[in-house]
């Protein structure tokens, strides 16, 4: 058995975290391939290192002193150096960094030191090798993830090693510059270290105890979800209910590794598992998620369904404007096109303009106040009721519903509500299904 972990900003935050990291992982000694993020908040006013990193970045490009910044920084990997006790410094690197950055280093290089150092200290503490992510976790030039080779490389690198550390979020080009992956980016590098050792379980752990099947900001004390599948999580995270990088899943996908999202505050619990195929028998829904801040474009004449090419012309009027569209589903002679609300602001008349010159409704009109919510499930595929169940909880709640749409794969239903009724429709939705297991 081969467990790669990583452990997230949280969860290295401090000595006190180290420390929790340190018997998670000697608790298991499966666990033998770790990834580190850079120390996050340990507090919610604290600033995450890489944001520090990323400030000392901007003031040097305005010609202004980086120190503050720095200094704290450095302050932050002192105290944790200091307070677990261990004969490591990183006092030399520190000036040397110092330097790079005044001479004008990358915004990617900056970032990554965050990874960089953190590993290290963490590599110490463990006693385990470091292994640099640079010499084996390949860019292009473009910053763009060059997957094939990075497996190559990094299956040969670690295939040398027992166990290692590795620092997250970043890799190189081949001409050795740094790149680093979006924010949030360490979790891919877990996934992609998880795929090159052929783990049997990719294990990211960070600060909640899995996913909720709603959240927790709307719903009082949500239940977990024990498993939820690719497919389910997908359409999830889609609607903003997010524990990991969304690029973090294909690597261990492709490979059939599973992810078990752990908490390090809360070890014993055992998380969410996200597998390729799951039991269809444990209950109908796995999840709610939603998202404000969507618009819809409303049109409708009559004989619609005679016309030939009509969606064609209105997403081709939506795509000549750079409009991208969620939803788009359709009556016999009305039409509704769902957006998000950012694109159409200021374009409004222009695109109503262009509309009613490519299809001559007999009426078009905008709405600009929507929001949309998903009920995701595996246990919905052809199990009656589950549309009734969910329409009868918005119904006793009084909310009107402005459009549905169930994905062919029944995996999901949508709604489109009106933003003021986001909070109260989550929390009837989830009421609907409470009772399901
Ligand atoms: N430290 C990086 C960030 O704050 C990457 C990560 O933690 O995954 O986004």
């Not at 998670?24 to 990193?53: C, E, M, Q, W, Y």
């Not at 040097?60 to 920084?73: A, D, K, L």
């Not at 763009?144 to 990094?154: A, D, P, S």
Request: a negative charge; charged letters at 25%.
């Amino acid at each position: 058995m081969l467990k790669v972990v990583k452990f997230g900003g949280t969860s290295l935050a401090s000595a006190t975290q180290f420390r929790k990291v340190g018997e998670i992982i000697r608790g298991d000694k499966n666990r033998r391939f770790v990834v580190a993020s850079a120390p996050g908040k340990r507090f919610s006013s604290d600033i995450k290192v890489t944001d520090l990193l990323l400030s000392c970045y901007r003031l040097v490009r305005e010609g202004e002193s980086f120190e503050e910044p720095f200094g704290q920084i450095c302050d932050r990997f002192r105290e944790i150096i200091k307070e677990l006790g261990i004969d490591f410094s990183l006092e030399k690197d520190f000036a040397a960094f110092h330097e790079r950055i005044r001479k004008g280093a990358s915004e990617a290089y900056i970032a990554s030191r965050g990874e960089h150092f953190n590993s290290r200290i963490l590599a110490a503490y463990l006693g385990y090798p470091f292994v640099e992510s640079a010499e084996a976790i390949l860019f292009d030039e473009k910053g763009r993830l060059l997957e094939e080779e990075t497996n190559e490389r990094l299956g040969a690198k670690l295939s040398q090693y027992s166990c290692a550390v590795l620092p997250g979020f970043y890799g190189a080009t081949e001409f050795g510059d740094i790149r680093i992956f979006s924010r949030g980016g360490s979790d891919i590098t877990g996934s992609l270290v998880a795929r090159a050792v052929k783990a049997d379980i990719y294990e990211n752990w960070t600060d909640v105890s899995g996913l909720l099947m709603a959240d927790p900001r709307i719903v009082e004390n949500p239940r977990s979800m024990e498993v939820v599948t690719y497919r389910e999580l997908r359409e999830l995270s889609y609607m903003g209910a997010s524990v990991l990088h969304e690029d973090a899943i294909f690597p261990v996908r492709r490979e059939g590794i599973p992810i078990n999202i752990r908490n390090t505050d809360e070890p014993d619990h055992i998380g969410t598992m996200i597998v390729e195929r799951a039991d269809k028998s444990v209950g109908i829904v796995t999840g709610i998620a939603g998202k404000k801040g969507f618009g819809a474009i409303y049109i409708e004449k009559s004989m619609m369904n005679n016309e030939l090419g009509f969606g064609r012309r209105v997403l081709s009027v939506l795509e000549e404007k750079g409009i991208s569209f969620e939803h788009f589903p359709s009556g016999i002679d009305t039409m509704t096109v769902v957006v998000d609300r950012a694109a159409l602001f200021g374009h409004e008349n222009e695109l109503i303009h262009a509309l009613q010159k490519a299809v001559q409704p007999d009426h078009i009109h905008l709405v600009e106040d929507l929001c949309l919510i998903a009920v995701v499930g595996r246990g919905m595929m052809g199990n009656p009721g589950t549309a009734a169940r969910l329409f009868t909880g918005l119904a006793k709640e009084n909310i009107n519903i402005r459009m549905i749409d169930q994905g062919s794969s029944e995996l999901n239903i949508i709604v489109a509500l009106e933003e003021k009724d986001y909070e109260k429709a989550i929390r009837a939705i989830y009421e609907a299904f409470a009772d399901q297991v």
